[in-house]
């Protein structure tokens, strides 16, 4: 399995970024995939997940309301659309999979960096 992240980059706060991973290696009706992030100096923390087969997305407290997890089936990808960003989003991203079943994740994307300024 291979994940792929994307769209990162500097905005403003207030701005909009989406983010794009893309798995490849097999398919995913099984599996939950899941955003984290690490800001410098901090652990890597939760972000959003999503469950492939039925949809159901779930979110950390700090991004409810700003962001939104969903999948694109045909592509195989995973998408994380953060609006209204702040200076604290600023922020190492990676993507990651796990089976519905376990909590241990089996596979991580390589990351991709969020900048926001203020």
């Known amino acids: 399995v291979q994940l792929q992240a994307s769209g990162g980059g500097l905005v403003q706060a207030g701005g909009s970024l989406r983010l794009s991973c893309a798995a490849s290696g097999r398919a995913f009706a099984s599996y939950v995939m899941s955003w984290f992030r690490q800001a410098p100096g901090k652990e890597r923390e939760f972000v959003a997940a999503?469950?492939?087969?039925?949809?159901?997305?779930y979110y950390a407290d700090s991004v409810k309301g700003r962001f939104t997890i969903s999948r694109d089936n045909a592509k195989n990808t995973v998408l994380l659309q953060m609006n209204s960003l702040k200076p604290e989003d600023t922020a190492v991203y990676y993507c990651?999979?796990?089976?519905?079943?376990?909590?241990?994740?089996?596979?991580w994307g390589q990351g991709t960096l969020v900048t926001v300024s203020s």
């Open positions: 999503i469950i492939w087969s039925v949809g159901s997305t």
């Open positions: 990651a999979v796990r089976l519905n079943t376990a909590n241990e994740y089996l596979y």
